[in-house]
């Protein structure tokens, strides 16, 4: 017997909240531009579960964003749009 939420292909089991790592140069809009991407596919995407980190000279900065996702193929999505943005370098 399997278990219907848990996908196959990943072993996370959806629905969840997912943590996604993006990482770029810092730019003052890096953070808007991180949201409206993931807001673009995630209308319920919530900006104040975002944790920031910068790097220890300046130069990079790492969002961690918590998106709730009900299924792989929207976890993909989101990560397909946000790794297609010229201004983030990782997306994890």
Do not use: A, W
Not at 1 to 7: E, F
Not at 22 to 32: A, K, P, Q
Not at 43 to 58: A, C, H, L, R, V
């Amino acid at each position: 017997m399997t278990d219907q939420n848990i996908s196959p292909e990943t072993l996370i089991e959806f629905p969840c909240h997912f943590p996604i790592k993006v990482m770029g140069e810092v730019h003052d809009e890096f953070t808007s531009t991180v949201i409206e991407i993931i807001t673009q596919k995630n209308e319920k995407f919530d900006p104040s579960t975002i944790e920031m980190k910068g790097s220890s000279e300046g130069r990079y900065i790492s969002l961690t964003c918590f998106v709730y996702v009900k299924n792989k193929p929207e976890l993909d999505d989101i990560y397909r749009s946000l790794s297609s943005h010229p201004m983030i370098k990782v997306v994890l």
